[in-house]
C-alpha cells in the first residue's frame, strides 16, 4: 500500500513537473505567431531542432 | 425529399466515412505505446482512446474547423462538386500511399484536395495563399515540437529517475501512460474530427442550409466526433504495432514523454487553428525520445519517408481532386 501511494504521488508531481517543462516551449511558439512572425517560426523551429539533434549526436556518440 | 439535398447527405456521409477512416487508421498512434508496455489490453486500450476522441467534442472549441471552412479557399467557390472532389482526391491519396506504405496525413490530403478542386474550378485566385502557406509551415513545425519537446521531456525524465529502483519507474510511468494517452487521444480527437466539421460546415454555408453566418452546428460536432471514435474503436490491434515499435524500442517513461510532448503539440495547434498531422506529430515525438538514447536507435528510415510524405501529399492529393473535379462537372 504504502509503494502504491508513492507511486501515485510521484506520478503526480511527474505530470506536473512534464506541464513546467513543456509549457516554455509553447509559450515561445505562440508568442512568436501572436506577433504575426509566421515566417520566422519555421525556420526558428526546424534551426532549434536540427541544433538540438546536433548535440545529441555529439553526447550520444558510443552509447 | 428534393435531388439536391440528397446529393448534399450523401456528400456528408463520405465526409464522416472519411473521418471514420481517420480514427481506424490513427488508432495505433493513440494506444500503441500503452498496449506495447502492457498497461492496458489491445481491447481496453482501443475504448479508452475512442472515449476520450468523443470526449474531444467538448470545451476544446472549433478553430481547425473555422479554418478549412474559411481559411484554405475562398468560399465563393465553394459547391457540392467542390467539396465532392476534394474528398475523392482524399480518400484516393491516403488509399494509394496505404498501398505503399508511406505515412501520409489524411489532413493534408484533404488540404490538397480543397486547393487542387478550387484551383480547377476557378484558378489559383481561389485559394487563399497566407492560409495555406500557414498550414504547410505546420506540416514541418509540429513534428519538429513534438520532437524538440519530447527530447527535453525524456531527459528530464530519465534524470529525475536516474536513481530510483526500475520496479518503481515503471510502476510511476504504467499510470502517466493512461493520462498521457488520454491526452493525445482528446488532441487527435478535436484536431482530425475538425477538419471533417469543417468541410461539412462550409459545405452547409455554401449551399443555403445554415443562414446567414458560417458557425459549427453541434450535430456536425457530434457526429465528426462519433465517427471518429467509432473507427478508433474499429481500428483495433492490428495496426497497433507500427507506430510504437516501427520506430524505435519504446519503455514506459520512453511512451510517456513522446505521446505527452506530441499531445500539448496536437492541442496546440488546435488552439491557434491549424490542422496538423497527428500522425506526424507522434512521430516526431518517438523520435526525440530515440534520439536521447542514441541517434542510431532510430529507424531513420521513417522520418525520410515521412518526409517525402510532406513533400508529395498536397501537390498529388489536389491533382487527383482537379481532375475529379474536372469530370463531376460535366455532370
Known amino acids: 500500500m504504502r509503494e502504491i501511494l508513492r507511486e501515485v504521488a510521484l506520478a503526480v508531481i511527474t505530470a506536473a513537473l512534464s506541464a513546467a517543462i513543456l509549457a516554455p516551449t509553447f509559450l ?21 531542432g536540427l541544433l538540438l539533434a546536433y548535440v545529441l549526436r555529439r553526447e550520444t556518440v558510443g552509447r | 425529399m428534393d435531388s439536391g439535398l440528397l446529393f448534399i447527405g ?29 498497461v492496458l489490453s489491445p481491447g481496453q486500450a482501443v475504448v479508452w482512446a475512442a472515449f476520450f476522441n468523443f470526449v474531444a467534442a467538448f470545451g476544446l472549441g472549433v478553430h481547425v474547423a473555422n479554418t ?31 498501398r505503399w506504405g508511406l505515412p501520409t496525413s489524411s489532413s493534408h490530403a484533404l488540404i490538397g484536395g480543397l486547393a487542387g478542386a478550387a484551383i480547377a474550378k476557378a484558378g489559383t485566385d481561389a485559394v487563399i495563399g497566407s492560409g495555406l502557406q500557414k498550414i504547410s509551415a505546420f506540416i514541418v513545425i509540429s513534428p519538429m515540437v513534438g520532437f524538440i519537446a519530447a527530447t527535453f521531456l525524456a531527459l528530464a525524465i530519465s534524470h529525475i529517475y536516474s536513481r530510483q529502483a526500475p520496479s518503481t519507474v515503471q510502476g510511476v510511468f504504467r499510470r502517466l501512460q493512461l493520462l498521457s494517452a488520454a491526452v493525445y487521444s482528446l488532441g487527435h480527437g478535436t484536431n482530425d474530427a475538425q477538419k471533417t466539421m469543417g468541410v461539412i460546415a462550409v459545405l452547409l454555408f455554401t449551399t443555403g442550409h445554415m443562414g ?8 456536425v460536432i457530434l457526429s465528426a466526433h462519433a465517427a471518429i471514435a467509432l473507427g478508433t474503436l474499429f481500428g483495433g490491434w492490428r495496426i497497433v504495432r507500427t507506430m510504437g515499435l516501427g520506430i524505435t524500442k519504446l519503455e514506459p517513461h520512453d511512451g510517456f514523454a513522446a505521446e505527452a510532448a506530441s499531445a500539448a503539440a496536437i492541442l496546440f495547434a488546435t488552439q491557434v487553428g491549424i490542422p496538423v498531422s497527428t500522425t506526424h506529430t507522434i512521430a516526431g515525438g518517438i523520435i526525440g525520445v530515440g534520439s536521447t538514447k542514441r541517434l542510431s536507435a532510430v529507424r531513420w528510415g521513417v522520418a525520410v519517408n515521412m518526409v517525402i510524405a510532406w513533400i508529395l501529399t498536397i501537390p498529388a492529393s489536389g491533382l487527383i481532386a482537379g481532375v475529379a473535379y474536372l469530370i463531376a462537372r460535366e455532370f
Open chain 1, 28 to 48: 515561445i511558439l505562440k508568442l512568436l505567431i501572436d506577433i504575426g512572425v509566421y515566417d520566422a517560426a519555421l525556420p526558428a523551429v526546424v534551426g532549434f
Open chain 2, 10 to 38: 450523401f456528400i456528408v456521409a463520405v465526409a464522416l466515412v472519411f473521418d471514420f477512416f481517420n480514427g481506424f487508421h490513427d488508432a495505433a498512434n493513440s494506444v500503441a505505446t500503452v498496449v506495447s508496455t502492457r
Open chain 2, 68 to 98: 478549412i471552412g474559411k481559411g484554405v479557399i475562398e468560399t465563393n467557390v465553394i459547391d457540392e462538386r467542390l467539396i465532392l472532389s476534394a474528398l475523392i482526391g482524399a480518400i484516393v491519396w491516403d488509399v494509394i500511399t496505404w
Open chain 2, 212 to 219: 446567414g453566418e458560417f458557425h459549427v452546428p453541434l450535430w
